[in-house]
């Protein structure tokens, strides 16, 4: 474990950006718009020329070395955030992370790793800018709820509370703002949501008017979700931010976005229209 008050903050030696998780849903995006912006990216992954993986961190301080800002999605263990911010710490690297909104309202020991991140960010010396997302338009016809959506048909543990879902291309322009800045985002922790909030079923029936919302019980989802192989951890996690989700605690929409990129968040019509036409 690094100890972060005792590593020094380096100085960066090029202007070169890491983008971790780059073929993933948001790192794909992030490497496009750093790179539509004339920036210089240095994609990683497990997979990537440049490797990268949490569980063996022999991989990353060479993805660190030598860039001046990444862009992280927080680790789902823990143990790895703060060993990982103090390399980051040592190589004067700028990290901007993307987390969950309504983070503090949802009880320990759920979303661990993203609550360690963030942890580790405020215990460092580093620059640092927090993203806190609420659910992807993307969740739709990208991995998470694709198959069923495509096939008709999304049994989820909601109700009618609204959503405020967030155009992932929204938080990939945001992330290279910040990635790209000079210091006016460091220590600043943003709010990224659609502009609008409308329920799951009206969600389902812009992207097709024939799909079937079908509202599970919290045991419903646990029992479903066991059944696809699911860990127990994971079902009780998932059940719990749903849980967050009915109360309300991500209903609100912002005007974060707005404000960061100067035209107004990607609403979900939008969405639909070009993606789902």
Not at 123 to 136: E, H
Not at 164 to 180: C, G, K, N, R, T
Request: charge should be negative; charged fraction near 20%.
């Amino acid at each position: 474990m690094v100890d972060l008050g005792s590593v020094a903050l380096a100085e960066p030696m090029s202007h070169e950006i890491l983008v971790l998780g780059a073929t993933g849903k948001t790192g794909r995006r992030v490497v496009r718009a750093l790179e539509e912006s004339g920036a210089k990216v240095r994609p990683a992954s497990r997979t990537s020329a440049v490797r990268f993986d949490w569980s063996d961190e022999s991989t990353w301080q060479p993805a660190l070395h030598g860039v001046s800002a990444a862009y992280v999605i927080a680790p789902h263990d823990p143990a790895a955030a703060t060993p990982f911010v103090g390399l980051a710490q040592a190589e004067g690297v700028r990290l901007v992370l993307l987390s969950g909104r309504g983070l503090d309202e949802v009880p320990p020991p759920f979303f661990a790793g993203m609550r360690a991140a963030e942890q580790a960010l405020h215990g460092s010396d580093l620059p640092w800018t927090v993203l806190r997302a609420n659910n992807f338009n993307q969740n739709f016809s990208e991995d998470i709820w694709e198959s069923e959506v495509r096939a008709g048909r999304l049994s989820l543990p909601v109700d009618d509370t609204p959503e405020p879902f967030v155009d992932v291309q929204d938080i990939a322009e945001v992330a290279a703002l910040a990635l790209m800045s000079s210091g006016e985002h460091d220590g600043r922790t943003y709010d990224l949501t659609g502009p609008e909030a409308i329920t799951f079923a009206a969600a389902l029936k812009k992207i097709s008017p024939t799909a079937e919302l079908v509202k599970l019980t919290p045991d419903e989802y646990r029992e479903l979700l066991l059944a696809q192989g699911v860990p127990e951890p994971e079902t009780a996690e998932l059940n719990a931010m749903f849980e967050g989700m009915r109360n309300g605690l991500l209903a609100t929409p912002t005007d974060d976005i707005a404000r960061l990129l100067g035209r107004p968040a990607t609403s979900f019509d939008t969405y639909v229209a070009t993606t789902w036409r």
